[in-house]
């Protein structure tokens, strides 16, 4: 069977032009959801995640998974970028994820690869204390 057809819809743009305003940042299905409804536009949850798995396919999305708590997240994926330029960071006091940049782990990324083992970047995530969380100890 054929690889599937990409088509644009009309939720599947305005899914994916709230990634790309939000550029850089991770959001959940109901984070988008919200988005979506505070803009007006009426759509079921389960079309969201559906349009998001189409966008995942192919490529214009990365999909992360932070925890089991939060669940997915989901990010707009600029087409130049190399997809594992960078790791991620979960801040253990107010729950942020952010970007690591992967020169900054690339010496002990070099370990693993040393050792016969290839990090996925994707799915690497530490956790620490953000920037704005230590300002505020």
Not at 99 to 128: N, P, W
């Amino acid at each position: 069977m054929g690889a599937r057809t990409s088509y644009k819809t009309k939720h599947r743009d305005e899914i994916l032009e709230i990634l790309q305003e939000n550029e850089r940042e991770h959001m959940t299905a109901g984070q988008i959801l919200d988005e979506l409804k505070a803009r007006g536009v009426s759509i079921g949850v389960a079309t969201i995640y559906r349009q998001l798995d189409r966008l995942v396919e192919e490529g214009a999305v990365n999909k992360y998974m932070v925890d089991a708590v939060t669940g997915a997240c989901y990010e707009f994926r600029d087409g130049h970028e190399e997809k594992s330029a960078y790791v991620h960071g979960k801040c253990e006091k107010c729950g942020k994820v952010v970007h690591i940049e992967r020169k900054a782990v690339e010496t002990a990324m070099q370990g693993f690869s040393g050792g016969g083992f290839e990090l996925d970047c994707t799915r690497t995530l530490f956790y620490g204390i953000c920037e704005d969380c230590r300002r505020t100890k």
